[in-house]
């Protein structure tokens, strides 16, 4: 059950390294954002730009997260 307010992340495939997450600074890849999602809070992922992960990506259970 998600009790917590609707959460907005951002990433884009050309921001720089240092990321937060925000519009103004998105993380660099989508792995850091489905990582700074938070348990029980629903958390929409925005992306821009073409990933391409080098790697399975992980999302721990309690988290319900939508990447747009």
């Known amino acids: 059950i998600f009790k917590g307010a ?11 390294n240092n990321g937060d997450g925000t519009l103004g600074k998105p993380f660099n890849n989508i792995q850091s954002a489905i990582d700074a999602c938070e348990d029980g809070v ?25 990447i747009i």
Do not use: H
């Not at 609707?6 to 720089?16: E, F, H, M, V």
């Not at 958390?43 to 997260?65: N, Q, Y």
């Open 42 to 66: 629903s958390t929409d992922i925005m992306i821009e730009g073409v990933f391409r992960p080098e790697k399975t990506l992980t999302v721990a259970s309690g988290k319900s997260i939508s």
């Open 6 to 16: 609707a959460k907005t992340l951002y990433a884009n495939a050309s921001a720089a």
